[in-house]
Each structure stands twice: as structure tokens, then as C-alpha cells.
């Protein structure tokens, strides 16, 4: 796997990834107060949330879950000094779907996140990791 990261101007830099797609990021403390995209810890925390969301979609998927969609809210807190890793991330799905099995919705976040995640596997290593669902049963409506 392979990526690239230019400085753009002030605290602004392009990222690319191996397979050709972009997003600029930076920080909310640039000299004028601009957020030209979200940081890199802030990506880093989003990366952890789309793994996991993948996962548990994938996982539903092949196991025959009428699932339709999949949202990742986190929660997390940093430590004070540096190098500020990630000290507690809480993880809350929200899953929607026809008839979903408890069960099964269950199994599948507990896979991704204990299993599967290489993201949540790096970010155990320094951040408490929790994690919560709800289901949106979507039959009636």
C-alpha cells in the first residue's frame, strides 16, 4: 500500500492515496483559524469507523441480513501530551435493515472490531475501545 501527502500552503496538504483518490486535510489551528479539511488524527478516527462500518456490513451481507444501512457515530478523547495518541474511542452503530437478527448484528460488530478491523487492532493498543448498537427495523415503512 502506497500514499502520498503535499504541502499546499499554511497548515494545507493534499492527500493521495495508492488507488488515485485525494482529500486535503490540515488543522483547525492554522493562522487564520481555516479548517481546510479534517486532520490527520481526525481521519485517523474516521478511518477506524469505516473499517469497522465495512466489516459489519460485509459480514451481514454474507450471512444473508437484509441490510440497507450502516452509520458509525465515535466518540473519542485523546491524551494531553504528546504524542496525543488516541486514550478511548467509543464506537455507536446504528444499523438498519429489514428484520435484522440481534444476534447476528451483534456477532458482526464484535467480529469487526475484536477480529477483522486492523484499524480498531492498531488503535487498542493505546485507546480503551467500546462499542454500542442500535437496529432500525425498516419492514413497516
Known sequence: MK????????????????????????TASSPEGKTPGPSPMEL???????????????ILEKGREAVEDCVVELDADRAEIDPKVF????MHFIVKG?????????????????KYCSASAMM???AVLTHDFEIVDTTAK
Open 3 to 26: 500514499a502520498r501527502v503535499k504541502w499546499v500552503e499554511e497548515r494545507t496538504f493534499v492527500g493521495e492515496s495508492g488507488s488515485g483518490h485525494e482529500l486535503v486535510l490540515g
Open 87 to 90: 486514550t478511548r474511542i467509543h
Open 124 to 126: 487498542a493498543k493505546t
Open 44 to 58: 485517523v478516527l474516521i478511518g477506524t469507523g469505516g473499517c469497522s462500518a465495512y466489516d459489519v456490513v460485509h
Open 98 to 114: 429489514r428484520a435484522l437478527s440481534r444476534d447476528k448484528v451483534k456477532r458482526a460488530i464484535d467480529l469487526s472490531i475484536d
